[in-house]
């Protein structure tokens, strides 16, 4: 197992323009969560799904920003119009959840995508 | 809103020096997380501390969890530079985590 894996590692885009990022979470974790993070500060959630479900979407979330999980492995998460503030680096993680042991869930990152908007 | 504060936010001392990290919060966790994360890459996990009262040991790394379940620290003993990193905070109230804003920590030799 190759852990969480995310695509591109960087994109650099002009003001305005689409972009999309791929994240591959570890085999069988149910959830897959989005954060964003700027540089020097904690990440910031930005969704999480669990399978195939997007549970939860935070107020950062402009509806620019798109996730989806169609098969419930994979995810895309694609932000429309680009704006200057969108630079960041955006984080995947992933964890198995089983409801039968509440457990801690523990999630892993991946090595995030770093954007930066012209 | 549940919010964890981190402090101090920067941190530059010499090799073998010790260092405490702090994490607060007014409300209770459940669990409280540490993790490290280096430039370009994601946060990779330390410690999850459950228990309050709880001290967990990793290598030269000791955590606790307050009594009260309201706030951590992080104390590292004789620093080294691959102890350089962004060492960051982070609770689980509903599924997603909530991360402090990060201690950025630098050892120099």
């Known amino acids: 197992d190759t852990g969480v894996s995310q695509n591109p590692r960087h994109k650099i885009t002009k003001r305005g323009q689409n972009v999309t990022f791929r994240c591959d979470p570890i085999s069988e974790h149910n959830r897959l969560y989005w954060y964003r993070q700027t540089l020097g500060q904690g990440p910031e959630f930005l969704t999480y799904?669990?399978?195939?479900?997007?549970?939860?979407k935070s107020r950062l979330l402009s509806d620019r920003f798109s996730a989806e999980r169609p098969k419930g492995s994979f995810s895309t998460l694609e932000i429309q119009r680009t704006e200057q503030g969108d630079s960041a680096m955006y984080l995947c993680a992933s964890s198995l959840v089983n409801h039968r042991d509440r457990g801690t869930d523990t999630q892993y990152f991946g090595p995030g995508t770093r954007l930066t908007v012209l | 809103t549940q919010l964890l504060e981190q402090s101090p936010q920067f941190l530059s001392i010499q090799e073998g020096e010790n260092l405490t990290v702090y994490c607060n919060s007014s409300?209770?966790?459940?669990?409280l997380q540490w993790y490290r994360q280096e430039p370009g890459e994601g946060p990779v996990l330390l410690v999850t501390?459950?228990?309050?009262?709880e001290v967990k040991k990793l290598k030269r790394l000791t955590f606790q969890f307050g009594d009260a379940r309201k706030d951590s620290s992080l104390h590292i003993t004789a620093a080294q530079p691959g102890d350089t990193g962004l060492y960051l905070c982070?609770?689980?109230?509903?599924?997603?985590?909530?991360f402090g804003q990060g201690t950025t920590l630098q050892v120099k030799p």
């Open positions: 501390v459950v228990t309050g009262g």
């Open positions: 982070a609770g689980e109230p509903t599924g997603k985590l909530i």
């Open positions: 409300s209770v966790f459940s669990s």
């Open positions: 799904f669990q399978n195939e479900a997007q549970l939860e």
